[in-house]
């Protein structure tokens, strides 16, 4: 699925066809028809202005392992402030920007990685995630996440992080708040998913966590975008083909053509390629490195002098120790290859 499209089709659908019912919000007052009306259309809207990027699961995991560069693995223990002072300083490409990515296949690729280890079961309840970067306002970024739970089911966005901007126009992100989205949780209230104080607390929780770690995906987007190397390659295409855009005006589907228009697909470059090439073999060599007490990589000993004990003194000549170092390995990973 793209959950883009998905969400789409169905709030435009709504809109066109659906009368909603009012419901009970988290803060105990009435949320009514006409609310949850104008936050179809406000989301419509966003979709219809901003600047679709798809990345391919390749690219989504060369970005997120060069967010650990910077940000770290998560067992380490670095400060907060190396990300923050890092993304502060990337520039958006445009006010509205969705970026959406196979949140399943990021996971196996950490645990490809060995970053972590998930289960089969945990690893089929995740599913397609889109993040909705809103820097039109002069004073705050706000950032929303969107998570698919199957093909046709997604979450709506329960809070936004609005995140201050200093003086020069940048983020700063110790002065961050969360915007409650009295909609969306009185829909999850209604069908039962949030019953209690507690539950509410929790879901919040889980949330912050994963829209404030994921969303560093998307800088680190901008960023190699705005490097304009070969790591990434970008295509942009329609998003409804001639037929389908064709079917939807036939049948008065206005907001189809309006919202689904183009989005650029981000796929892994050559330069992103071998990255990920080098990082495969840095693993494999790592392991291989823990798994045996391996001898060091062949090295030239200078010639020098060994003194015994009992005053002997022995010149050794220049030679060679270690093993050779593997052909298959990335020179960066080994150093430089020995010759002769």
């Not at 998913?193 to 879901?203: F, G, K, M, T, V």
């Not at 990082?279 to 020098?304: C, D, G, I, N, Y």
Request: glycine residues 6%.
């Amino acid at each position: 699925m793209i959950l883009y499209k998905t969400i789409a089709l169905k709030f435009g659908h709504h809109l066109k066809n659906e009368k909603p019912v009012d419901m009970l919000g988290p803060d105990g007052q009435l949320v009514l028809s006409e609310e949850i009306c104008q936050y179809w259309q406000g989301v419509l809207g966003d979709l219809s202005s901003a600047r679709i990027y798809l990345l391919d699961h390749n690219a989504a995991n060369y970005l997120d392992s060069l967010r650990m560069d910077v940000q770290g693995m998560p067992w380490e223990d670095r400060p907060e402030s190396d990300i923050q002072d890092y993304v502060r300083d990337i520039e958006l490409p445009r006010d509205l920007i969705w970026i959406e990515y196979d949140d399943r296949k990021l996971w196996e690729d950490r645990c490809a990685r060995r970053i972590t280890t998930l289960d089969e079961e945990e690893l089929s309840n995740r599913h397609q995630r889109g993040f909705l970067f809103d820097n039109r306002s002069s004073d705050k970024l706000s950032v929303r996440l969107f998570s698919a739970m199957t093909d046709t089911i997604f979450f709506d966005a329960p809070f936004v992080l609005e995140i201050s901007k200093s003086q020069d126009g940048r983020p700063d992100f110790n002065s961050a708040s969360w915007q409650l989205q009295r909609t969306v949780l009185a829909g999850l209230m209604r069908a039962g998913l949030l019953p209690s104080e507690a539950s509410l607390r929790e879901h919040f929780e889980e949330h912050k966590g994963h829209l404030t770690y994921e969303m560093v995906i998307g800088f680190m987007l901008f960023a190699a975008l705005a490097a304009r190397e070969d790591d990434l390659m970008s295509q942009e295409v329609a998003s409804l083909s001639a037929s389908q855009a064709k079917t939807a005006r036939k049948f008065g589907k206005a907001w189809m053509t309006e919202v689904l228009k183009s989005h650029v697909t981000i796929r892994i470059g050559p330069a992103g390629e071998r990255h990920l090439i080098e990082q495969k073999a840095r693993l494999r060599f790592e392991q291989a490195q823990s798994a045996s007490r391996a001898a060091p990589t062949e090295h030239w000993v200078a010639e020098h002098e060994r003194r015994y004990a009992d005053g002997k003194v022995v010149r050794v000549r220049a030679h060679k120790r270690g093993q050779p170092a593997s052909r298959d390995l990335p020179t960066r990973v080994v150093g430089p290859r020995m010759k002769g």
